[in-house]
């Protein structure tokens, strides 16, 4: 975990231009919209990113934290918000110590691929606590074992057709071959999950679960899965 925040603590090309970028915060805001319980929700997005689109999310709801691990991150979160009085940015530390029942919707999306299975078992017990009775996690783009480094690829490239930055998206992933991140996904590896593995996990926490389709964001080979709390 800690190499992987020092990757997105500092400069990487994850993205291969802006264009991709821009596209991907905005239609995986869109999607997340429709899991949004109200205008009055409380709302987490725990490993948020850069967040671009979350303005679309906070003026759908009474109030969102986004919480990055990242220092970097976080400082470029505060600097883009600072004038959202709905948006409030908070290490997990800060969110660890928060009440009982603080959110009505907790959004894990495209994290647990970076978490050992004995963190994201220990922070969906703390989601648990966190969420308000009838509260619900979305945990999301969740990788199972069979979906490779070329199926990505080549759902980016799908996405990247689609939205005009093919060329880019050729060359990006020629360099995402030698970069840093291929690296750490090569000696680190990303933790999958199978289907029953992600729903005993809610459940051993004392949630309802069940998985939910599509997916959040481009890549429809990963999943997408509900936790609900009991009123």
Not at 98 to 125: E, H, K, M, T
Not at 172 to 183: F, H, M, W
Request: glycine share 6%.
């Amino acid at each position: 975990m800690a190499d992987w925040i020092s990757f997105w603590n500092g400069s990487h090309a994850i993205y291969v231009n802006d264009r991709h970028r821009a596209v991907h915060y905005a239609a995986v805001a869109a999607d997340l919209v429709r899991f949004l319980p109200g205008p009055h929700a409380r709302v987490l997005d725990f490993g948020c990113g850069d967040a671009l689109a979350s303005a679309e999310l906070a003026f759908r709801c009474q109030s969102l934290v986004l919480c990055d691990a990242a220092p970097a991150v976080r400082h470029r979160l505060e600097g883009r918000f600072v004038a959202a009085p709905s948006i409030e940015v908070m290490s997990p530390e800060e969110v660890s110590s928060l009440p009982d029942g603080s959110f009505d919707l907790i959004i894990c999306n495209s994290v647990a691929q970076y978490l050992s299975r004995d963190l994201l078992a220990s922070l969906v017990r703390e989601w648990r606590r966190l969420l308000a009775p009838g509260g619900r996690l979305l945990l999301a783009d969740v990788i199972p074992p069979h979906v490779s480094a070329v199926a990505d690829a080549g759902a980016l490239l799908k996405l990247a057709a689609r939205e005009k930055f093919l060329l880019a998206a050729i060359a990006g992933l020629a360099r995402t071959a030698i970069s840093p991140y291929r690296k750490l996904r090569t000696e680190l590896g990303l933790t999958t999950y199978e289907e029953a593995e992600i729903l005993g996990l809610l459940e051993d926490a004392g949630l309802a679960a069940r998985r939910v389709q599509p997916n959040i964001g481009h890549n429809q080979q990963r999943m997408a899965f509900i936790g609900e709390r009991g009123a």
